[in-house]
């Protein structure tokens, strides 16, 4: 049986869709239903039920998946490892949210870096949820860090932490907050500046519906791409911001910002780690797998 087929069969299985699996072989559509149709013919069995959206394996196929792919995925690793050969480090790609990646991941990471026999190179990558698990697809990027769960067969992903966010101001500013927010709505803060990464508000409105069952009743007054900035200005006196614990913990232990509330369940974000399915075959991809899993038990 010819390997391409079966590689460009192993492909759709975990893609769910020809159109995709064409994009990460870098082939047309048509010739991955050619290949696909060309492996039915030789095994006398329907492989995948033609769906509206992508397609649904037969049992067959998944049969043929589960024999198939850790096979596969092993050769890849053996000719991987062959064009590495020259190289005395093979080359990890990390892709995920700016702010979490440079203060949690990257740090870990960085112990695993070297020239020693298990070390690797390290390069990263910094995008939203949905650009990372895009590039993480299409083979961009080894691992990847996301507040979104993939669907389908091709990424496989796994809970890495959970993120706490408070709603924090600087002393200056919160000395200007009459009275405190109340648990149920907030009228105290209606008129108060807001800080965020986004016009759309993503922090402060999660935040109001899991804290306040509301909507913030205040428009962004400063926006700005990144929670790093966020935190700055915030420190500045410019408003109100929702923080992620873990990147306002220094400047609300030195009395920069103050937590304006303090929820009895506070509201929670999980970042899951992802990568293509089968590819921690490969060693150095699950060393930093795992070592990122441990190194998160100490970040919650």
Known sequence: MDLALLRTFVTVHRAGSFTRAAALLGLSQPAVTS????????????????????????????????????????????????????????????????EFTAERALPALTGLTGEDSQGFALRTSFGNAEETLEGLAAGHHDLAISTARPRGALLTATPLCDEEHVLVAAPSRAERIPGKPRRKGAPALENVPVIEVHESLPFVSRYWAAVFD???????????????????????????????????????????????????????????????????????????????????????
Request: aromatic share 4%.
């Open 214 to 300: 509301s909507r913030p009743a205040t428009p962004g007054t400063v926006i700005v791409p990144d929670l790093r900035a966020v935190l700055a200005c915030a420190v500045a006196g410019a408003g109100l911001a929702v923080l992620p614990r873990y990147l306002c913990a220094a400047a609300l232990e030195r009395g920069e910002v103050l937590a304006l509330h303090e929820p009895t369940v506070p509201p929670l974000r999980t970042y899951f780690l992802v990568v293509r399915t089968g590819t921690l075959a490969m060693p150095h991809i699950a060393r930093a797998h795992d070592w990122l899993l441990r190194s998160a038990a100490d970040w919650c």
């Open 35 to 98: 290949q696909i149709r060309t492996l039915e013919r030789q095994l006398g069995r329907p492989l995948f039920l033609r769906q509206a959206r992508g397609v649904t394996p037969t049992s067959i196929g998944d049969e043929l998946a589960h024999k198939a792919a850790p096979h596969l995925d092993a050769l890849v690793e053996i000719t991987e490892t062959g064009l590495d050969e020259d190289s005395s480090l093979r080359t990890l790609h990390l892709a995920g949210p700016p």
